[in-house]
């Protein structure tokens, strides 16, 4: 089994950088690029889809709310209607960048409080996974195993794959800790590697509560904001490669 590896890149904003997009891009095989509204702006934009366009980094569209002092990790009721159209825009906008640098947007990966919230809630899913065919019916979308949104994805039509994260603590159902719980962002690169070959091997990871979860994931997701990230898709890059396991972008199979 192969496994694609994604971080999380472009989320600077002006003069204000957050993470090392240069180096990540020379490790990861898919990159979900901030689209404007959580982070990034069209000059970061530009830059990165350049970058990894180079690289033959797949692209994505990192979608998320209208959020930029929050950083899209705060929950906004918006209206079905308008989230339909805040993520068309954004795929769009970063579509147009990633064309200019000669490639394409090949998927969509809700960012943050957007991700996490349409794991369960059905309107928001719904309209994300509307947005995403009404821009192109044939998009693939990434999301995390058994929500809302890949359900509604499938219905809609649209190519669904399932991500697991390296770098994040999950509860005994399988959802991901909550960011402000204690211990919900693992950085130990030993442990992360670890965790991560067994759920390649094995299809599990280990809860909070000690407990075996079963995951089976198509990408395994590196978050480009923590210190060690860098380091830690370097470990993971070279283990999953010593171990025949990829990474190999999940949009290619």
């Not at 960012?111 to 192109?136: F, K, M, P, W």
Request: aromatic share 6%; glycine share 10%; proline share 6%.
């Amino acid at each position: 089994m192969t496994i694609d590896l994604n971080s999380d890149l472009g989320e600077g904003f002006g003069a204000w950088r957050l993470g090392d997009d240069d180096a990540l891009l020379t490790l990861v095989t898919s990159a979900n690029v901030a689209c404007g509204f959580h982070a990034g702006d069209p000059t970061v934009m530009r830059r990165v889809c350049e970058a990894a366009a180079r690289r033959g980094v797949a692209i994505g569209a990192q979608v998320g709310y209208r959020d930029l002092p929050g950083f899209g990790r705060r929950f906004i009721d918006v209206d079905p209607p308008e989230l339909v159209n805040d993520v068309v825009y954004q795929i769009a906008a970063l579509d147009g960048f990633a064309r200019l640098a000669g490639t394409r947007v090949t998927y969509v990966k809700p960012h943050g409080a957007l991700y996490n919230a349409i794991v369960h809630h059905e309107e928001q899913a719904a309209a994300v996974a509307e947005a995403v065919h009404r821009y192109d019916p044939a998009l693939p979308v990434l999301g995390l195993p058994g929500s809302a949104w890949l359900r509604h994805a499938d219905r809609a039509g649209l190519p669904c794959f399932q991500e697991a994260f390296a770098d994040r603590a999950y509860t005994p159902r399988g959802t991901l800790v909550p960011r402000r719980a204690s211990g919900a962002v693992l950085h130990d690169p030993e442990v992360i590697v670890a965790r991560s070959l067994r759920l390649v091997t094995e299809g599990v990871v280990q809860a909070v509560d000690g407990t075996d979860v079963p995951v089976r994931a198509d990408s395994l997701c590196v978050h480009g904001d923590t210190p060690s990230a860098v380091e830690i898709a370097r470990r993971l890059r070279d283990t999953l490669t010593r171990t025949g396991h990829g990474p190999r972008p999940f949009t290619a199979r």
